[in-house]
Each structure stands twice: as structure tokens, then as C-alpha cells.
């Protein structure tokens, strides 16, 4: 089959989180089981044109309302994949994506053009497939960013592309490009598709929800988050049209990408390792700990966290002032904690004085895919308290890099990781449900307890790495 995959975000080249991974080990996959792939997205200044070629022909895109041309660059696609077909196409346009941020930047989160520059990116996947003749049997529109390539398909392109399906994938539910209607007028469409291709939302516009009325089929990332999204608590706002759209409505757990996150061959950690053999685990443990600037101990576990500093990753319950957890995990826990992230900036604030307080506290603020491979491989526990977690990828690393994760029970996270308390014989993990800072206090705290019996910890992070969390299964 051909099948062009379009999104905001691909890994290596693009990426805030585990939409890139998703995207790029999907298409992979897919391109070795013998289909013809190509990955669509924009060529922002994170990446290099160094590692791009052009192509000869330009875009014409229509905005709606005039014209501009975008250029057309794919990957010297060699450099990062032997594997035959996979392509990696980047449009390129100063104006809309001639700028440091995917979606935003520390001034302007939401960037305010970002209908105009997520609609013209939805647009030039048509446009690049009829310039290179290039049929695709399925295109694959991920998230609110690209949620207008259904709509473009059914309204404008059908005679081009009479056979072509589209799938769409929501990795998160919270995002929805929702938008005041005078921004309606940056798509470019018609104002009678505001109703009839399902934009219109509360007297303002939604991306999301037209990709999702729009689409032949929807997917999303784990079957506990697809059960959860149909309901009142938890499909923001939109579980009423999943629940109508339940027959074509799939939940599939993502993969990992076994040549990116794999401690075997990973290329940032210092010694690689396998379940058979976890001495190199140790030496990636001592790097973490100098890393983070913290005691070279090999007798006290180290907690990790990596995450976008949101909401959604459960930081109140880890960071408030006088409600989170961390300042109480930190004064009473005989452990390291170790976190990776940025975002919202009381958050960062607070990690930043925690850092001064605590020596058992050592954190990087800021985004490093180094770094946030070293914590996966030298860490003992992963914590994971989220709020809602539609997949979650660093559990799944997490149990690959026998490291144990610590989740709160949602979504994916409660698909992927077993718990101790269920089936110690199976577990790979520990879980808890209440999002409370308690919650996430006493499960750190049993999870240490258990940590004390080292054949208890070798069974589980021999079941967390013989797991199979391959693509080809998903
Ligand atoms: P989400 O997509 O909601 O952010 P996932 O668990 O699916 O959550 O994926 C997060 C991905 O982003 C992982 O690959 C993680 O390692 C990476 N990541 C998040 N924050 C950082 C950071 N500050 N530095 C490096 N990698 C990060
Ligand atoms: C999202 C979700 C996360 C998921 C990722 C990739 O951003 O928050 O749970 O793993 O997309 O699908």
C-alpha cells in the first residue's frame, strides 16, 4: 500500500513528545512490512538543511484566499534509516515555519497563526502527491494540528484521490485547536464547511472534532484511553461524537521504536545492556547520577521523571508548593529523584528550588534527548503520576531499559505496566489510582520497600524487558 503519514512532529527531526516517536515508528514499520511510506511535515529551523535535499518542483498552495508557494525538501533519508522506502518530506515556507517553536514559543505558546500554518501543511499533502503522481491508499492525519486533512480531502481533493482513505489518530485529547471563530477565516474554507465539515463548536471552531467527523476511520493510542474518551469524565467534550462513532473508533497501544529506544544499541548511553547481562545498567546508573551532579551511590535507587511540565503529567501532585509530593519524597526517602523536563514556569520554578534544597535531587530543565535516554537506562524507578495518559512512552522504555515504572493507572499506562499487587509472578511495575500527592507518596514508598528484595526487582525488570512492545505487535 502507499500511505502518506502528515503531522507536526517526527522523530529525529522534530519533536516536543511522544507524538514524533509514535509517528516515525509507525511509518517505519509500516515500511518494512513492505508498504511504500512517506512522512509529511514542516521544515521548522530545528532541522537542518544540512541533512535535507531539495526537490526541483515547488508548491502552489491555495490559502483560500491567495496563493503561496512552499518548497519541497525530503531527508537524505539514508543517513537514518538502511531500510528501502521510508521517506521523510519536509514543506518549507519562511513565513510559517521559519521559526525555532513546533507550535509556539516562550512569548506566544499558541502561535497565533498556527490555523493558517497547520491548514496550508494539511493542504500541501495534496499537493505534493499530485506533483510526484503518487496515489497514497491511506493518509494518516495525527492530532488537532492535522485534523483538516479529511476535511481537505472530502471538500476539494476527491477527484484527485476518488480511492484514498483517511485514518486519524488522536495521541491527545486535551489539544483540540480550538480557536475564537474570527480565526475560521485562516483556514480558507468556504463558510458554509464551518457547519457542514463539523469546525462549528461552541460559538468558536475545533480542528480536532472536524478530524474526528471527518475521517473513515479513528484510532487512538491505548484501548483504556479509547474507553475512557467515550466518557463524560474523560473525552473532553467530545466523547458524545466518539461514542457515535464507536464502529470505526479503535484503540491501539503505540510501539517503541526497537532502533531508537533499545539498551543494546542505544547511541547516547555509555554502556549497552541486555536482560541477560545488566552490569552496563550500573555504569549508566553512576553516569546518571554524575549527570545530575548527585552521589555516586550504587546502593540508593534513583527515581526518574521526563516530561513536559503540564497539567496533564500530574505536576501539581509532584511539585505545588505545600501539596505536591517531591519536597516530602526528597526529606523522607532514602533515594535519588532525577527530572527532565520544561513547560510551565511555576513548575520549573519550583524543580529549580528543589535542586538548591535537596541533595538527593538533581534535575534538567530544558529538552535533551540525550539526557532523557541516560535516565531511562540508569534509573532503578520511573514515576509517572498523570492526570490522563492516552499512551505513555517512557513506561514502555522504561520496562525495555529495566527500569520499573511507578504510574498512576490511566490510559495507557494502565494497559502497558502489570502491577506488583495484582500478579507478582507477571509484574512489570507498580501502579496507583487516586491522583492525590498520598497516592503518589505511599506508592513510592512501597515500591522502595519491594526495591529492598533484589530477586523481586531482577523478576521484574526481566518481565518489563522481555515484554514485547514492538510495532510489529501493535
Ligand atoms: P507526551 O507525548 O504526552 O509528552 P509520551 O510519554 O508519549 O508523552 O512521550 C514523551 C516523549 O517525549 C518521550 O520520548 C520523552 O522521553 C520525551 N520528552 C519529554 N520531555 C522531554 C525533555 N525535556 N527532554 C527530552 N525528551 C523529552
Ligand atoms: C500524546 C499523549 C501520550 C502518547 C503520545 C504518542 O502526546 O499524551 O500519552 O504516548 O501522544 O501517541
Known amino acids: 500500500m502507499n500511505i502518506l503519514i502528515v503531522s507536526a512532529e517526527a522523530s529525529p527531526f522534530a519533536k516536543t513528545g511522544g507524538l514524533a516517536d509514535a509517528v516515525s515508528g509507525l511509518g517505519r514499520a509500516l515500511d518494512l512490512k513492505g508498504n511504500s511510506v512517506k512522512i509529511l511535515i514542516p521544515r521548522y529551523y530545528c532541522i537542518s538543511k544540512d541533512s535535507l535535499e531539495l526537490c526541483k518542483s515547488a508548491l502552489l498552495i491555495s490559502t483560500g484566499w491567495s496563493e503561496i508557494t512552499v518548497n519541497v525538501y525530503r ?19 519562511e513565513k510559517l515555519y521559519g521559526r525555532d517553536g513546533i507550535y509556539g514559543s516562550d512569548y506566544e505558546p499558541d502561535y497565533h497563526d498556527n490555523p493558517l500554518r497547520f491548514s496550508v501543511l494539511s493542504r500541501s499533502a495534496f499537493a505534493f502527491c499530485r506533483s510526484i503522481n503518487w496515489i497514497p491508499d491511506i493518509i494518516h492525519s495525527n492530532d488537532w494540528s492535522t485534523a483538516l486533512v479529511p476535511v ?18 488522536i495521541h491527545n485529547l486535551g489539544y483540540q485547536g480550538s480557536y475564537p471563530d474570527a480565526a475560521y477565516r485562516l483556514l480558507g474554507l468556504p463558510e458554509s464547511c464551518k457547519y457542514d465539515c463539523h469546525l462549528a463548536r461552541f460559538g468558536g471552531i475545533n480542528l480536532l472534532q472536524a478530524g474526528i467527523c471527518s475521517s473513515d476511520f479513528i484510532t487512538t493510542v491505548s484501548k483504556k484511553f479509547m474507553e475512557e474518551a467515550m466518557t463524560p469524565q ?7 461524537i466518539l461514542r457515535g462513532m464507536s464502529d470505526v473508533f479503535e484503540g491501539i497501544v503505540n510501539g517503541a521504536d526497537s532502533t531508537e529506544w533499545n539498551p543494546l544499541i542505544d547511541r547516547y548511553i555509555p554502556v549497552h545492556y541486555s536482560k541477560d547481562d545488566l552490569t552496563g545498567k550500573r555504569i549508566c546508573r553512576e553516569a546518571l547520577q554524575k549527570t545530575f551532579g548527585l552521589k555516586t551511590d ?52 519550583e524543580i529549580h528550588s528543589l535542586t538548591g534544597r535537596f541533595e538527593n535531587f538533581g534535575s534538567y530543565i530544558g529538552y535533551s534527548e540525550k539526557i532523557s535516554h541516560i535516565v531511562e537506562a540508569g534509573s532503578d524507578l520511573f514515576l509517572m503520576p498523570s492526570k490522563y495518559e492516552p499512551c505513555g512512552l517512557n513506561q514502555i522504555y522504561s520496562m525495555l531499559y529495566g527500569t520499573i515504572p511507578v504510574v498512576r493507572a490511566t490510559g495507557g499506562l494502565d494497559d502497558t505496566v502489570i502491577s506488583w499487587a495484582d500478579n507478582p509472578d507477571k509484574a512489570t511495575g507498580f501502579k496507583f489510582y487516586d491522583l492525590t500527592p498520598d497516592a503518589v507518596y505511599n506508592t513510592v514508598k512501597w515500591a522502595l520497600s519491594v526495591f529492598e528484595d533484589k530477586a523481586a526487582v531482577r523478576k521484574m525488570q526481566h518481565n518489563g524487558m522481555s515484554s514485547d512492545f514492538s510495532w510489529s505487535a501493535s
Not at 474523560?234 to 458524545?240: E, M, P, S
Not at 526518574?304 to 523522607?332: H, N, T, W
Open 152 to 169: 481537505i480531502l472530502n471538500l476539494f481533493e476527491r477527484k484527485n484521490f476518488p480511492h484514498t482513505k483517511t485514518v486519524f489518530t
Open 234 to 240: 474523560g473525552g473532553f467534550g467530545l466523547d458524545g
Open 298 to 349: 550504587p546502593d540508593v535507587p534513583v527515581i526518574g521523571i521526563i516530561c513536559r511540565l503540564v497539567e496533564q503529567k500530574g505536576i501539581a501532585e509532584l511539585f505545588a508548593p505545600y501539596y505536591g509530593a517531591m519536597y516530602r519524597m526528597c526529606s523522607d526517602f532514602n533515594a535519588q529523584f532525577v527530572v527532565v523536563g520544561s513547560g510551565e514556569k511555576w513548575c520549573e520554578n
Open 75 to 93: 531527508a537524505r533519508n539514508s543517513v537514518f534509516y538502511e531500510s528501502g522506502s521510508l521517506e521523510y518530506i519536509f514543506i518549507d515556507n
